[in-house]
Each structure stands twice: as structure tokens, then as C-alpha cells.
């Protein structure tokens, strides 16, 4: 069975320009949550989709950021336009009934904005 | 402040030497306690978790972790460490009612030969 899956694995822009991350979940995962850990700090959760609903979105840091999850299935993060503090490795996971049972990651995204 | 805390931001270890990494949170009522394992290009890994009852947990790879209510701890141990085991580890919990994993930091472990 396939993990969750990450594209891409590394993405280098300008400042100002958009980039769009994506995550397959594992199949059936009805709970998707994204992640960034900027460089030397926490890993810090940004928002939680229950199927294609946005569950919990408090950890997003401005209106940069929209995330998407088309039909429940795969989700999509972008950033535009793109800041510099937005570097940092994203990470996407998923789960069957959510966070206090197993979550499975990707194996991130790293972002260079520069 | 509401936090978890690894103190140890790096470790470095003799292969066959025992381990032990510390992790403390703050939080009134006792979380769902997780360890997660980052191996180089990889995505996390559970290693273990923590809900209730034995306050012991055995997980993957030889590793365990013990919960120490009066100490807010939640301590990941393995008694031998092999080469392979050099990677970041991070401690996380869930709160009650809530469903997202807020993370220490890690620390990032180094075995040598």
C-alpha cells in the first residue's frame, strides 16, 4: 500500500512568486492534516481537512495560504505570493480517525524562498 | 506557557551504548504522548504513543518510553543503540479533545562506530 505521498520533494522561488505543494493521503484516510517545520524550529501544524472540509485552520499564518482538498482525495497547499520566512520543510499526514490514532507522513516538501 | 519540551537538541552515542531522550510538556490535563522518528529523506515514523493505562510503552525498533505523571515527562529509552538509529526525534502531543500533534523540537541523534 502507497504512503502518503509529497510533490515535490524541493522547490526553489523567488520572493513574490506562487508555488502550489500537493499530498495523495493514503487511500481511505478521511483525515489530512498539513505541517512546516521552518529551520530550527518546532514542526507546527497549520490545518486539519476532514474529507474535503477544512476541520481546523488555526495554524495557518496569513491569507498566503490557501489549501484545497478537491473531492476528499489529494490536497493542495499554495503560497502566493511567496515571502521569504515562508521557507521551511512542509509536511503533509494523514490518518483514519484522526490524530490520537496513527498519523502517517510524508516525506515533506522543502521550500527555499529566495 | 503550553509547550513540549526536548532539552537536548543533539546526542551523540556509541553504537551499543543505551539512550535516553528526554521530553517534558506543560499542560494541565496528561495529553496523548507520541515519539516520532525523522530518518534522513525520510517522513516521520511513529515509534510509539501513549493514551492511558501502563504508564510503560514498548514500541517499533526496540524503543520504549515510560510516563511520569508527577515529573509531566515522557522519556524515550532504548537500552542499545544500533547505527541505523542516528536520526531526529521528536516528542509530540495531542490534547484532549482536540485533534492536531504539537511537537518539541527533537534532537537530532548521532551514533558512532
Known amino acids: 500500500e502507497a504512503g502518503v505521498t509529497q510533490f515535490p520533494s524541493h522547490s526553489v522561488i523567488e520572493k513574490g512568486q506562487t508555488v502550489t505543494l500537493r499530498c495523495d493521503p493514503i487511500?481511505?484516510?478521511?483525515?489530512l492534516y498539513w505541517y512546516r517545520r521552518v529551520m530550527g524550529k518546532e514542526i507546527k501544524f497549520l490545518l486539519h481537512?476532514?474529507?474535503?472540509?477544512?476541520?481546523?485552520e488555526s495554524g495557518m499564518p496569513n491569507n498566503r495560504f490557501l489549501a484545497e482538498r478537491t473531492g476528499g482525495t489529494y490536497s493542495t497547499l499554495k503560497v502566493q505570493p511567496a515571502e521569504l520566512e515562508d521557507s521551511g520543510v512542509y509536511f503533509c499526514?494523514?490518518?483514519?480517525?484522526?490524530?490520537?490514532?496513527?498519523?502517517?507522513f510524508g516525506q515533506g516538501t522543502r521550500l527555499t524562498v529566495v | 506557557a503550553q509547550s513540549v519540551t526536548q532539552p537536548d537538541i543533539h546526542i551523540t552515542v556509541s553504537e551499543g551504548a543505551s539512550l535516553e531522550l528526554r521530553c517534558n510538556y506543560s499542560?494541565?490535563?496528561?495529553?496523548?504522548l507520541f515519539w516520532y522518528v525523522q530518518s534522513p529523506g525520510q517522513g516521520l515514523q511513529l515509534l510509539l504513543k501513549?493514551?492511558?493505562?501502563?504508564?510503560l510503552v514498548q514500541g517499533i525498533k526496540g524503543f520504549e518510553a515510560e510516563f511520569k505523571r508527577s515529573q509531566s515527562s515522557f522519556n524515550l529509552r532504548k537500552p542499545s543503540v544500533h547505527w541505523s538509529d542516528a536520526a531526529e526525534y521528536f516528542c509530540?502531543?495531542?490534547?484532549?479533545?482536540?485533534?492536531?500533534?504539537?511537537f518539541g523540537t527533537g534532537t537530532r541523534l548521532q551514533v558512532f562506530p
Open positions: 499526514a494523514s490518518s483514519l480517525r484522526g490524530a490520537n490514532t496513527e498519523a502517517f
Open positions: 487511500s481511505g484516510h478521511d483525515n
Open positions: 481537512f476532514v474529507k474535503e472540509s477544512k476541520q481546523d
Open positions: 499542560y494541565g490535563a496528561t495529553p496523548y
Open positions: 501513549y493514551f492511558s493505562g501502563d504508564t
Open positions: 509530540a502531543v495531542v490534547l484532549i479533545n482536540t485533534d492536531k500533534l504539537i
